[in-house]
């Protein structure tokens, strides 16, 4: 066995039978290069990019390409060029020699191709034959020329290689078949799950691993899935990711026509839970295109942990623009390490809430704007990678409330986020969420009166355990007020529980759901200086949240400082 480091390192490989292209001889001082697997292209789409795969130490020279109609054998060169229905064109670096079929690439330090690519036209079975040399500076290229143009006689050194491309229709390569069984993988345990593969062509065998349509991505700590072994039959040579599938982990062998069966052992961590995975295998016999076979099998993780959802801490900044970050379930490192932008110009707005938790998958109640006119605005989540929809207008008039809270499902069950707003006298209104687009708040219902002596409104979602949404309440004395959620829309609060003092030291706070994987709705605040704080709940009414935490790694300290809402 060897272990090979991807060129990225991203990933390392753990080989289960000899892998071609071991290190030449010739690379132990000097240069020398590795041609991969030879090029099959279909009629009208893609290209070959007649780059070697890698190379050792730095070039300095010129590589030689040789393109034949015919094998690599004859000195006399009488098929020089490539055949009809395929085309070369030259990257920059490159030139075509006097002689057909033959092109000059410079090599110093990177190294410049051609790419041949086939015409849609191309007749299935056309082959052009590839051979390389290589000139060292200050050496004699025609003699590179004539051992490209008999690459076929020599060894593979690293400084000469033949291969071929050969064009193959869709209807052909459809022949290969894949069918995949992938058997429940049990948390801490094992499971050997397999491949079948009819080979009509030499292929390479790739099969990944992530999570089904409909869930979160994975975070690199959560995805306790490795590949252990795979087996391998003769007509393949296979190697394997080591470590944590989140990883980039895969299973991939190189197949040469014929029936095989490869399995390969999944182990799951203790902790993993119950995610719904997908195995993805693709043959790819076409190095370049969108035609080659491929199959997908969904297997479940048996574990009595659930997967939760993660949610976006959304703020605004002094700048006017509006950014999350992504919460990643972990306690100790509770966002990822940058923050991304979901647009600029929301300082036009002199109130602005979020509806809900809204998720790393962009879905939640989304946000509404109150502008400097009294107009309300409504953004729903998007669903896709854009976090927000467009806005729509909710109506005019808004400018009679001097604070706004979204407080998720206030009302007893019905799923859909509901809005406070508390008026200039101090009455606090209840608008109960409808879940249309285009209506999105039914008529006001009064909450009560006495709520003038707050500085602060933020819905806490439930912070208590009781599956019901709570709402926080900071007083003009830097007093924290716990209101318990009671789900009905008449009462919707009951009496107010002491939190705790000295909570004026904070400018901004958010609750963006549970960022700690345990169920319970936690809070972010921002402190006068700008540095971001995490309160873990606890799920106790009485002492509803834990000593906090600073929030570090997650993302630029200026940016972060600059926030003057969050949400």
């Known amino acids: 066995m060897r272990r090979i480091l991807a060129v990225s390192g991203s990933v390392a490989l753990l080989a289960t039978g000899a892998l071609a292209g071991a290190m030449p001889a010739a690379a132990v001082d000097s240069f020398a290069f590795e041609m991969g697997r030879d090029w099959t292209l279909m009629p009208g789409e893609g290209r070959a990019e007649l780059r070697p795969d890698s190379w050792y130490n730095e070039a300095d020279g010129t590589l030689v390409y040789a393109l034949s109609k015919k094998q690599l054998n004859d000195p006399a060169w009488a098929a020089g060029g490539v055949p009809a229905g395929l085309a070369v064109s030259l990257e920059s670096g490159c030139k075509a020699a006097s ?100 080979a009509v062509d030499a292929g390479h065998l790739s099969i990944m691993f992530g999570p089904s349509e409909g869930q979160r991505g994975w975070e690199e700590s959560e995805a306790d899935i490795r590949i252990d072994s795979v087996s391998r039959g003769d007509n393949t040579t296979c190697d394997h990711t080591l470590g944590s599938v989140a990883y980039g982990g895969e299973v991939r062998c190189d197949i040469t026509p014929g029936d095989v069966t490869i399995d390969y052992t999944l182990t799951a961590g203790a902790k993993m839970a119950a995610w719904k995975v997908d195995a993805s295998a693709v043959y790819e016999v076409y190095n370049w ?6 199959t997908s099998s969904h297997f479940v993780i048996d574990s009595p942990y659930p997967v939760r959802p993660h949610h976006l801490l959304l703020a605004r900044g002094k700048d006017g623009l509006l950014r999350y970050h992504h919460g990643t379930g972990s306690a100790s490192q509770p966002f990822r390490d940058y923050e991304e932008i979901v647009g600029h110009g929301w300082n036009i707005y002199n109130q602005l809430t979020k509806l809900a938790p809204v998720t790393v998958q962009a879905g939640g109640g989304g946000l509404v704007g109150r502008d400097t006119s009294g107009v309300l605005w409504h953004y ?26 979204g407080v998720t499902d206030l009302t007893g069950g019905d799923g859909r986020a509901d809005l406070l707003a508390r008026d200039t006298s101090g009455v606090l209104w209840l608008y109960k969420g ?38 926080l309440a900071r007083d003009t004395s830097g007093v924290l007020w716990l209101y318990k959620g009671t789900g009905t829309a008449a009462s919707p609060f009951a009496a107010r529980t002491r939190v705790g003092g000295g909570w004026s030291a904070y400018r901004s706070m958010s609750s963006p759901g549970d960022l700690t994987d345990d169920g319970r709705a936690d809070l972010v605040v921002q402190d006068t200086s700008g540095v971001l704080w995490l309160y873990r709940a606890t799920g106790s009414a009485t002492t509803p949240y834990a000593a906090r935490v600073k929030v570090t790694g997650a993302g630029d300290t200026s940016t972060i400082s600059g926030y003057n809402t969050l949400l």
């Open 434 to 471: 409808t879940g249309t687009n285009t209506a999105p708040f039914a008529v006001r219902t009064r909450v009560g009166g006495g709520w003038g002596g707050y500085n602060e409104l933020t819905g806490s979602g439930d912070v208590t355990g009781d599956g019901r949404a709570d709402l």
């Open 289 to 294: 295109g969108t035609h080659n076979p491929e």
């Open 99 to 198: 002689t057909a079929g033959v092109y000059l690439c410079d090599a110093h330090g990177d190294i410049s191709y051609p790419e041949v690519s086939a015409t849609a036209t191309a007749a299935h079975g056309t082959t052009a034959y590839l051979g390389l040399a290589y000139a060292p500076s200050g050496t004699n290229v025609d003699k590179a020329v004539k051992e490209a143009q008999t690459a076929a006689t020599y060894s593979e050194d690293g400084l000469h290689a033949a291969r071929t491309i050969t064009v193959k229709s869709a209807e052909h390569v459809a022949q290969n078949t894949l069918a995949l069984n992938t058997p429940t993988l049990k948390a801490g345990d094992s499971v050997t799950q397999s491949i079948t593969v009819h």
């Open 380 to 405: 729903r989540t998007s669903g896709d990678w854009n976090t927000l929809a467009g806005r729509t207008k909710v109506g005019a008039g808004w400018n009679v409330y001097n604070k706004l809270a």
